[in-house]
C-alpha cells in the first residue's frame, strides 16, 4: 500500500498512457477519406454503394453520403459531382497485396 502511495504519479502516467493509447487504436480504425465523383447517366446511390462502401452497411454508407453532400432525398441527378465517404482498411490492402492485385 505505501508503494502505491509514493508512486501513485507513475500510476496515474500509465493509466493516462493507456487511455490514449486506446483512443488512438479506435480512431485508426475508423480513419475515413473522401472521394470525388461525378455522376453518370443511370447511377444510382445503391449502385455507388456497391463499389465504394466496403464493409460498411449500404444503408449506412447512403446515409452518409446524403450528410456529406446535404442530400433530401436519394436521388441524384447526371452531372452532379458528390463526395463519397471510403474507408482504408490496412487489412484489405495487406490482402489485395499478398493477392497480387496491383489495381
Given at each position: 500500500m505505501?508503494?502505491?502511495?509514493?508512486?501513485?504519479?507513475?500510476?496515474?502516467?500509465?493509466?493516462?498512457?493507456?487511455?490514449?493509447?486506446?483512443?488512438?487504436?479506435?480512431?485508426?480504425?475508423?480513419?475515413?477519406?473522401?472521394t470525388?465523383?461525378?455522376?453518370?447517366?443511370?447511377?444510382?446511390?445503391?449502385?455507388?454503394?456497391?463499389?465504394?462502401?466496403?464493409?460498411?452497411?449500404?444503408?449506412?454508407?447512403?446515409?452518409?453520403?446524403?450528410?456529406?453532400?446535404?442530400?433530401?432525398?436519394?436521388?441524384?441527378?447526371?452531372?452532379?459531382?458528390?463526395?463519397?465517404?471510403?474507408?482504408?482498411?490496412?487489412?484489405?490492402?495487406?490482402?489485395?497485396?499478398?493477392?497480387?492485385?496491383?489495381r
Open positions: 505505501t508503494f502505491i502511495k509514493n508512486n501513485s504519479y507513475i500510476l496515474l502516467l500509465i493509466t493516462l498512457c493507456m487511455g490514449f493509447a486506446l483512443i488512438g487504436i479506435m480512431k485508426s480504425g475508423k480513419e475515413q477519406n473522401m470525388e465523383v461525378t455522376i453518370m447517366e443511370g447511377d444510382t446511390l445503391w449502385d455507388l454503394a456497391h463499389h465504394h462502401a466496403d464493409n460498411m452497411p449500404k444503408e449506412k454508407w447512403m446515409k452518409e453520403v446524403m450528410r456529406l453532400n446535404d442530400l433530401p432525398t436519394v436521388t441524384i441527378k447526371t452531372g452532379e459531382d458528390l463526395i463519397l465517404p471510403t474507408r482504408h482498411n490496412q487489412d484489405n490492402q495487406t490482402i489485395i497485396q499478398i493477392a497480387g492485385d496491383n
